[in-house]
């Protein structure tokens, strides 16, 4: 059987946190879905469209990686995915807490699908799509924790 996680996020935008765990993860599944959450009483910096694009852009070279969007409940995405495998990248131990009583909960309601979490690689710890947007709003220079294919 396919080993298919779905890496869910905002990815507003994607970093190079994102990009080094779905690079380690590429050892461990079959497939990797990018699954955007999407919704629309949420505001955020960049479209959806967008947000799409630079994903597909970044790994153009890598058919394991797909990206997809969703509305909805992560689980319920999973199951039309057939996928087994939820993939999380922690940093500290707010994402811990936070991370923790979501894969319980997912857990609960659907036993088939298993959160897996890769920890954060020490270089990506203080790298967050918040940061990011908070330099980007006041003029800095977020190009170092992007991938280069992430322009606007
Ligand atoms: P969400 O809104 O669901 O938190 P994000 O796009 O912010 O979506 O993050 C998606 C996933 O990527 C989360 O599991 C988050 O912990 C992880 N992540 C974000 N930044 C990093 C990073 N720098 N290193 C490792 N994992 C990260």
């Not at 507003?12 to 380690?24: F, Q, S």
């Not at 890769?118 to 990011?132: E, F």
Request: hydrophobic share 40%; proline share 6%; net charge neutral.
């Amino acid at each position: 059987m396919k080993r298919i996680a779905l890496f869910p996020g905002t990815f507003d935008p994607i970093t190079i946190g994102h990009v080094n765990i779905v690079e380690r993860a590429m050892q461990l599944f079959d497939e990797i879905v990018i699954g955007i959450g999407h919704n629309s009483s949420k505001t955020t910096l960049f479209p959806l469209a967008q947000r799409e694009q630079w994903i597909r852009d970044i790994f153009a070279s890598q058919p394991k990686v797909k990206v997809q969007s969703y509305e909805g409940l992560t689980v319920t995405f999973c199951a039309q995915l057939n996928a087994h495998y939820i993939l999380r990248g922690l940093r500290n131990m707010s994402d811990f807490d936070y991370e923790k009583n979501i894969a319980q909960m997912n857990k609960l309601v659907t036993p088939t699908v298993e959160t897996v979490f890769l920890m954060c690689d020490p270089a990506y710890t203080p790298i967050s799509s918040s940061v990011v947007r908070d330099l980007i709003r006041n003029g800095g220079d977020a190009t170092p924790f992007l991938p280069k294919e992430v322009i606007f």
